[in-house]
C-alpha cells in the first residue's frame, strides 16, 4: 500500500474502527493492526499531549506508535505475558498498518486473555478482532462496554470464546460481517492509494513486507 492522499481524505475509512488480527504462521503467531489513519494520528496527539508529533521525523514518530500500542495491548497465554516485537509498520493518509510476533504464545495454548485498548482514546472507538488458527476461528467486537477484553480458550479440540462471554448467533453473524465490511474496505483502500502519490501533512511511515 502506497500512501498519501492528504489527511482529510481518510475520513473516508471510519476513524473509530479498527481491525485487529490474530494468525498462528508455522510456528509463530502474529498480530496485525489496521486502523484509520486519521483516527490513529488523533489519538497519538490526545495520547503525548502539547508535543506536535507532526513535526516528527520518521523514525522518532514510528517509535512513539510502538510505544503507545505496546501500553494498550496486553496478552497473557496459559499465565505468562505476551512480548510484543514489531515486525513492520506503515501509516499513510488513509490507512495504518503494524504487525507484531507475538514472543511467549505456545504453539497451542489452553487459555488467551486479551485486553485491546488500542484507540480508546476516541469515545466510541469498535475494536474488530479476529482470531484464525486450523484449531477453529474467534471473532469479537471489543469496546468501552466489555473494557475491550474477551478470552479464547481451547476445549474438545478447538478454540472458542470462554464460557459467560454473551454472544448469539444474532451477534456472531454481525461480527462476521463487519470484519468481511472491514477487510473488504482495507483491500479496497489498499488498491486505491497504490495509484496515489499527493503527500500530505504530517510523518509517513513505510517499510517493505518480508
Known sequence: MALVLGMSSAKAFNPYTSSIIFERIGNDWFMDISASQLGTYEVLKKYYGTEDISMLSIAVYKEKYFQYLNTHIHLVADDFPVELLPVDARLGSRQAEVRFVLKGIPRDFDELSVKLNVFEENGSQQNITGFFSEKGNVSSILNAENEF??????????????????????????VSVLLVFTLVLFFVLRYYTNKKSTPYKGPVLVYKRQ
Open 149 to 174: 477484553s474477551t478470552r479464547i480458550v481451547h476445549r474438545d479440540g478447538k478454540y472458542i470464546l470462554s464460557d459467560g462471554f454473551p454472544w448469539n448467533m444474532g451477534h456472531l453473524l454481525y
